[in-house]
């Protein structure tokens, strides 16, 4: 194990934000640092005293608010949360407009302020999955890194999840038995129209390791190639899980067909048949997972299951995350 100590900026790199992976520059580096996290939660608990973190919800969340808080408290930082969605003023975002409607605040304000009052941001806002133009443009969490003016962390954007893309491969590098695992991706059903971002997040991430990589998803549901890249995508899911040694299953609504829900096909569900397929694989999911939709009750309820662990894992993550940018100076 690397020792970091006081190196740690030299080690992992400067990082000002967390959006993506292309703010880390050393993956390797960041999931030692997690780990070693793990291995010692208080250790660091100086490094963010008299820091404020804020957490800013604009959807529901469970996992991402807790282990984010708790990661926060593990540094020693006072940390605020907030739910905009509900509590918070309905925030414009778009530029120049006549502000005379439902909307009270602009969002060139709200992360002004919030800025004024924190060290460090997390920010959660999905997609509308209706206009995928704007949508891909992330112009929330872009309005909020060009206003805010301190380092912001994304904990789910319109288009990516990179604190459970980080998570995932923390919990592939403690559980991997072979040293490139055979990961598949698979789509699975669900009755709501879903996010792509922990889909893109979790290809881009994957894309950047040595593992082998197969995404399995239907016809019409094939994932932005600015995600994907050369990662093969193939819509048999027999095919995928043929000798995999992780299978990660995650619905996302259409990418091509903008937010549609065009497949509900049962046989997308992992389940004990095509889990006979696979290399004894683990099961991942980033949760919440519906129960018998997405996962039959047989493998989540099995051993192989590992999503507490990785539930578990997102606290740590996050913690290497926010050490890093508190570690800049
Ligand atoms: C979110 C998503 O992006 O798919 C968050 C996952 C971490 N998931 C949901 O919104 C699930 C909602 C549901 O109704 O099952």
């Given at each position: ?33 997690a780990?070693?996290c793990?291995?010692?939660p ?13 957490l ?5 969340s469970l996992r991402t608010r807790l282990s984010t808080q708790k990661a926060g408290l593990n540094?020693?930082?006072?940390v ?42 997390g ?30 962390v994304?904990l ?7 604190c459970q893309?980080l998570t ?118 980033c949760l ?22 990785e539930a578990a894992n997102r606290e740590f993550a996050v913690q290497a995350v926010l ?7």
């Open positions: 194990m690397i020792d970091f100590g006081k190196g740690l900026v030299i080690s992992i790199g400067k990082m000002n934000n967390f959006l993506n992976v292309h703010d880390v520059k050393d993956i390797g580096a960041l999931v030692k640092e780990l070693k793990k291995h010692n208080r250790a660091d608990h100086d490094l963010g005293q008299h820091k404020t973190l804020g800013i919800f604009m959807n529901p540094l020693g930082m006072d605020m949360v907030m739910n905009f969605s509900g509590e918070g003023w309905a925030l414009e975002t778009e530029e120049g407009v006549i502000m005379n409607g439902d909307k009270a605040e602009h969002i060139k304000e709200a992360a002004a302020v919030v800025g004024a009052y924190c060290d460090i941001i920010l959660r806002s999905f997609p509308s999955l209706k206009d995928r133009e704007l949508d891909y443009s992330d112009h929330v969490i872009n309005a909020f890194v060009k206003f805010a003016g301190v380092p912001i994304n789910e954007s319109a288009t990516v999840h990179p893309s995932d491969i923390i919990t592939i590098e403690e559980t991997k038995q072979v040293a490139k695992p055979k990961v598949v991706l698979t789509w699975a059903p669900h009755p709501r129209a879903l996010p792509q971002s922990v889909g893109n997040s979790f290809a881009e991430w994957i894309n950047k390791t040595d593992y082998e990589f197969v995404i399995a998803n239907p016809e019409g549901y094939d994932l932005s190639q600015e995600f994907t890249r050369n990662a093969k995508v193939v819509h048999n899911p027999d095919v995928a899980y043929e000798g995999a040694d992780y299978i990660y299953a995650k619905n996302w609504s259409s990418y091509e067909h903008y937010g549609q829900i065009l497949c509900q096909d049962e046989n997308w569900m992992v389940d004990e048949r095509k889990m006979k397929l696979t290399n004894d694989a683990k099961f991942m999911h919440p997972v519906r129960r018998n939709v997405v996962v039959s009750d047989g493998v989540i309820d099995n051993d192989s299951s590992i999503v507490i662990q050490k890093t940018i508190l570690s800049n100076g």
